[in-house]
């Protein structure tokens, strides 16, 4: 889906330049998969993601993540993550795509916080989710 603009000079007699944008999408998205505000023990504890297309058809470029480990009271650890990657992969879907994110680095007794920053598609649009 493209928007067609057709702009006038400004004295309106010299014609039209035109060019077309094309619109972005916003994706929807939801967790998946993740023990949300509760206690788990596995080791290898993924969070996962679902980003709904709107519009269809937009491919998911990148996702990115800030995971912060909280190590004890008074120590923490801030993480990037950027997908897709060995750390974040995307399993496509009829009308949406599965964004897990996997290999945080934490220890027995460290509590995780996870930010799901933002989407871009394949035209460059930016979704906050």
């Known amino acids: 889906v493209r928007l067609w603009l057709a702009v006038p000079d ?17 994706f929807h998205t939801r967790l998946d998969c993740a ?8 080791s290898t504890q993924t969070a996962s993601f679902f980003a709904i297309d ?10 990115y993540f800030t995971v912060k480990i909280f190590e004890s009271p008074t120590e923490s650890t801030v993480l990037s ?9 995307f399993t496509p ?10 290999n945080i680095p934490y220890s027995d007794g460290d509590s995780i916080w996870i930010s799901f920053d933002s989407l871009f598609d394949a035209r460059g649009c930016k979704t906050f989710p």
């Open 35 to 42: 023990p949300c505000g509760d206690f788990s023990s596995c």
């Open 81 to 89: 993550f950027i997908g897709p990657s060995a750390d974040v992969s």
């Open 54 to 63: 709107t519009i269809c058809s937009a491919v998911i470029q990148n996702a």
């Open 10 to 26: 400004s004295f309106c007699n010299w014609g039209y330049d035109t060019c077309a944008v094309p619109l972005c999408n916003t």
């Open 93 to 102: 879907m009829v009308d949406s795509t599965l964004i897990t994110l996997e």
